[in-house]
């Protein structure tokens, strides 16, 4: 996990990631930035169910690329958390 984290630019620590949720397929944790007090949500994408992570991810940024231009064109402000899905 250590290695996982340390690939992220933190503000600071983190608190210690907990396991989060009682998913069937991947692993998720929680964990807060402790200068922020934001909490985060990370995910173990699993690869036997998962073959092509790397596509996966391509596919979520895809799609969040698509609704944000659809929030922006109906007036909403992209930076406002979850403006994009109301």
């Not at 930035?33 to 169910?49: F, G, M, P, S, V």
């Not at 991810?57 to 109906?74: H, P, S, Y």
Request: charged share 25%.
């Amino acid at each position: 996990m250590n290695k996982i984290l340390a690939a992220w630019e933190w503000n600071g620590p983190v608190s210690e990631p907990i396991a989060y949720g009682e998913g069937h397929i991947n692993q998720t944790y929680a964990l807060t930035e402790q200068a922020t007090q934001k909490r985060y949500i990370l995910q173990k994408i699993n690869t036997d169910t998962f073959k092509d992570p790397d596509g996966l991810m391509e596919n979520i940024c895809g799609v969040t690329d698509f609704l944000r231009e659809k929030a922006k064109q109906r007036g909403a402000d992209p930076n406002v958390p979850r403006s994009m899905l109301r």
